[in-house]
C-alpha cells in the first residue's frame, strides 16, 4: 500500500522560502499515470490545493499561489518537493501531499506537517 509522508521546518520565518518534502513509500512516484498534489489547511479554515506534478513532470498551480510555487520530484529519492517562497504569516498551516488520478483527486494522503511562520 502506498504511504507518504510530509517533512520539513516546522517553523520559517516571515520572506524566507518554506521548503517541504513528501516521502513516498510503497510504490514508485514514476509507476502509473499519477498527479502528486500539495493541499494545505491553514488553522480555522478550509483546504487550500497548492499544486501539483503529474507522471509526465507537468505542474500546475493554484494562480494566487503561481508566483511562489516550485513542485518538482526526485526520482533516486522517491519523492515530492514543495517549495513556497516569500512566505508571510498567512501561510501558516498544515501542508498535506496527496496522490490522485488529477488534479484534485486524491486517493492517497499524507498525514500532514505544521508549518508556522513567524519571526
Known amino acids: 500500500q502506498v504511504q507518504l509522508q510530509e517533512s520539513g521546518p516546522g517553523l520559517v520565518k516571515p520572506s524566507q522560502t518554506l521548503s517541504l518534502t513528501c516521502t513516498v513509500s510503497g510504490g514508485s512516484i514514476t509507476t502509473g499515470y499519477y498527479y502528486w498534489n500539495w493541499i494545505r489547511q491553514p488553522p480555522g479554515k478550509g483546504l487550500e490545493w497548492i499544486g501539483a506534478?503529474?507522471?509526465?513532470?507537468?505542474?500546475y498551480y493554484s494562480p494566487s499561489l503561481k508566483s511562489r510555487t516550485s513542485i518538482s520530484r526526485d526520482t533516486s529519492k522517491n519523492h515530492i518537493t514543495l517549495q513556497l517562497s516569500s512566505v508571510t504569516p498567512e501561510d501558516t498551516a498544515v501542508y498535506y501531499c496527496?496522490?490522485?488520478?488529477?488534479?484534485?483527486?486524491?486517493?492517497?494522503w499524507g498525514q500532514g506537517t505544521q508549518v508556522t511562520v513567524s519571526s
Open positions: 496527496a496522490r490522485g488520478g488529477g488534479i484534485l483527486q486524491y486517493d492517497y
Open positions: 506534478i503529474s507522471y509526465s513532470l507537468t505542474t
